[in-house]
């Protein structure tokens, strides 16, 4: 077994550098210090960075075969009962099962068929953002969560506080930032036989916590499905089984797009905010195809090379999954000479690709044009920031292709309708947008922090 410089890491690593608040900053110095790949040791627990396009390739896709598991985490799994949704399934006959459904829904070729419920769903968004822009972070929620219930169980969420949309705004926020944070890797997932301490032990806090999350997490997958499972169930043999695997594929496509779909389309917002000149030029460019007197609509796509530039750096720029979700090495492993052990947890520093200034020079910045050759949309492999944002290889997101047009409707519209700029203070000075991450799994923007401005939108000749 060859050594390696980034296995001195193992050393200092503990459990601290784990739970750090934007995990992916520190994963991204140990990136400059070790290169391409870092491993970690906590607990015991081998931890291994990918910190390049190339690295994620070589690994998580073209070894897909032992590099799809998902570990067994006691705390998540099985006392937080989250072990059947996809995200922490097992590699195996579930998950394929689970996958198969979800490319028969969420498929690039299921999607042109949902094509005018976007179009409708996104045209009551903007409605209700000109007549409540105050609440605009309440709408843009509510059309996040409704087009999954509408997609998925067929239920059309009639209010920003529906029932189903606060169940599921309380879930994801306990998955994300409790259960799985810092990897979700728990003092119990260690020393399984915790678990069989008794819930008033000292220390047993864990415990406590996990039999409140367990009885909201089976509300979650029980109620939307509760709804509409006559309609899905057919009589078949196996309808016990399938009723098991459609209730968490469905309950897992619903909670993986919320905060997910938040993220870019907040900082959508955000980008249009700070950067004005582009929303002009996004502007100008819409004009002149769509004209000012309909929306777009995605028959329009192809003639709008700089909407599509302005989506591929608000997924480059925003990093909504910045670490992706860890994968599980199934058997021993050696990259470039470096030995990888069987059951070390994998991670995908998107961050550190999306920051890459070989591929995006001056990384920092929102820059539309780097996808633009000659006025027309151009991107590369490893320069798409579809191509790690997503995740990779066999577990990658099934929800790419939804999002792709769920997000790019919502952007074009909301460019050709809206004036979105910086909030004023008492005084009617632009308040700064200050940008603070909270949540340990997405980059989520909290709203209450950066305050912007919606109105309706006037061209140069006044005629919108
Ligand atoms: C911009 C929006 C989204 C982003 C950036 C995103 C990103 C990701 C990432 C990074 C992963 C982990 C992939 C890996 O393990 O390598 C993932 C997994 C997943 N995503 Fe998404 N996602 C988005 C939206 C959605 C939507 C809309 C859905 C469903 C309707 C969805 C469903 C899922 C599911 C079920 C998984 C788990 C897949 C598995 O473990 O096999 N996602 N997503």
């Known amino acids: 077994m060859a050594t390696s410089p980034w296995l001195l890491l193992a050393i200092v690593g503990n459990i601290f550098d784990l739970t750090a608040r934007e995990l992916w900053l520190r994963a991204s110095q140990w990136a400059k210090l070790y290169g391409d790949v870092a491993y970690l ?152 036989f915790l678990k069989h301490i008794p819930v008033w032990f000292p220390g047993a806090g864990f415990k406590r916590n996990a039999i409140k999350w367990k009885a909201k997490m089976e509300e979650f997958v029980d109620k939307p499905y509760e709804l509409v499972k006559t309609r899905m169930i057919s009589d078949s ?58 929306l ?58 999306t920051r890459n200034p070989q591929t995006f020079p001056d990384p920092d910045s929102f820059i539309p044009e780097r996808y633009l050759q000659n006025d027309s949309y151009t991107v590369t492999d490893g320069q798409d920031p579809r191509s790690f944002v997503f995740g990779f290889g066999r577990r990658r997101c099934p929800g790419s292709h939804l999002v792709e047009s769920s997000l790019w409707i919502v952007m074009v519209c909301v460019l050709a309708t809206l004036d979105v700029s910086k909030e004023a203070d008492a005084h009617g000075r632009p308040i700064e947008p200050t940008v603070v991450y909270e949540n340990s799994v997405f980059r989520c923007v909290q709203t209450e922090l950066s305050p912007l401005r919606l109105a309706p939108l006037q061209s140069v000749d006044g005629s919108k």
């Open 41 to 192: 040791r906590v607990f015991g627990q081998g931890l291994l960075f990918l910190n390049t396009y190339e690295a994620a390739i070589d690994l998580l896709d073209k070894k897909g075969s032992i590099y799809s598991d998902k570990p067994s985490l006691v705390m998540a799994g099985e006392l937080c009962g989250c072990e059947n949704m996809v995200a922490f399934t097992r590699y195996g006959d579930q998950s394929r099962r689970q996958r198969r459904l979800m490319q028969k829904a969420l498929g690039p070729s299921a999607i042109p068929s949902y094509h005018s419920l976007l179009e409708i769903e996104t045209q009551a968004l903007l409605k209700r953002l000109l007549d409540d822009p105050l609440n605009y972070d309440g709408h843009l929620r509510r059309y996040a969560g409704s087009l999954t219930l509408l997609v998925v169980y067929g239920y059309r969420v009639v209010s920003n506080d529906d029932p189903f949309l606060t169940l599921a705004e309380d879930c994801v926020e306990i998955i994300s930032n409790r259960i799985a944070s810092g990897g979700g890797i728990w003092p119990v997932d260690v020393f399984p």
């Open 296 to 353: 777009p609509t995605f028959s329009d796509r192809p003639s709008l090379p700089y909407v599509d530039a302005i989506m591929s750096e608000c997924l480059r720029w925003g990093a909504p999954v910045p670490l992706g979700l860890p994968h599980r090495l199934m058997d021993d492993d050696v990259y470039k000479g470096f030995f990888i052990p069987q059951g070390t947890l994998v991670f995908s520093n998107v961050w550190n690709m």
């Open 237 to 294: 043999e196996d309808a016990a089984q399938q009723e098991f695997d459609i209730k968490w594929t469905a309950n897992s496509m619903y909670s993986a797009s919320l905060d997910t779909t938040m993220t870019v389309i907040r900082h959508f917002l955000l980008l249009m905010e700070l950067y004005p000149d582009a929303v002009i030029k996004a502007q100008k460019e819409i004009d002149s195809v769509v004209g000012t007197h309909r």
